[in-house]
């Protein structure tokens, strides 16, 4: 039984790019498992906002971020990394955006971090080299819970615009390096993958279905396949603790897709 997770977050990735980049087979994957195609973010839907709504599961008026600029939580409480460190379980992040190290608190909750700078290196394929070093970590390691931020997507959209040709071709590219790592997985690990948020033009942040709609999708031996409604990204991090096998966090706002 798979009890380990793999997460994979594709930064900027709308529900309608994954029909229109150009890779049938990444369709394929999303409706084989529990999936949701219109999954709800939290607002506003920037990065950092984002990404701490999922792994702490409560809204940013709880978590106090609202933009990209880190602020320490006046009341802190327990993320993912914290809830599955404290059961004894080993994480890993890979990652090339600098503010994702505050997902986390510093006091050695977090086993492994891999990080490339997309500002010093961004003609270098850092989707690829964030999907080796996970996969080389994995088959050497196996830690409990990996996360893989794929961020090239946002950095396209912002320059060339949601939806453009170029932006579909980074989808693609992550898409690609999806269908990579998991065929090399071991069956003990389960695979999300979602978005952060959306976009529209050349930016995101605001209250339309564009910015606010993502795509979700667990392949895992714990949950039957088909389409789900409802799911919101606060519902990433309880699952994942279902899945693992640990209690949630104690004032998590969202369900486990396995209470469902």
């Not at 990394?81 to 510093?106: H, I, N, Q, S």
């Not at 605001?206 to 392949?219: A, K």
Request: proline share 7%.
């Amino acid at each position: 039984m798979s009890d380990k997770v793999l997460l994979i977050l594709v930064d900027g990735m709308r529900p309608d790019s994954i029909p229109a980049c150009g890779n049938p087979d990444f369709e394929a994957f999303y409706r084989s498992g529990t999936h949701c195609l219109n999954s709800a973010t939290t607002y506003p839907p920037v990065t950092l906002p984002c990404h701490m709504s999922m792994f702490h599961s409560v809204d940013p008026e709880r978590h106090g971020v609202y933009s990209n600029d880190f602020v320490k939580q006046n009341h802190p409480i327990d993320g993912l990394v914290e809830v599955l460190a404290k059961a004894g379980k080993t994480t890993a992040f890979f990652y090339m955006w600098e503010g994702l190290r505050d997902l986390c608190t510093p006091r050695n909750h977090l086993s492994y971090s891999w990080y490339m700078s997309w500002h010093y290196y961004k003609e270098k394929q850092l989707d690829w080299r964030a999907t080796r070093a996970a996969e080389e970590h994995i088959r050497e390691l196996a830690p409990d819970f990996v996360f893989l931020y794929l961020g090239e997507t946002d950095e396209i959209g912002h320059k060339y615009g949601w939806m453009s040709p170029e932006y579909l071709n980074a989808v693609k590219t992550a898409s690609e390096c999806i269908d990579h790592i998991c065929h090399m997985l071991p069956e003990a690990y389960s695979v999300i993958v979602t978005a952060d948020h959306g976009g529209h033009g050349r930016n995101h942040g605001d209250d339309i279905p564009e910015d606010m709609t993502i795509p979700i999708v667990f392949h895992s031996a714990k949950l039957a396949p088909g389409a789900v409604d409802g799911i919101n990204i606060k519902d990433i991090a309880p699952t994942i603790a279902a899945i693992i096998g640990v209690q949630p966090g104690a004032e998590w706002e969202g369900v486990s897709l396995l209470k469902r």
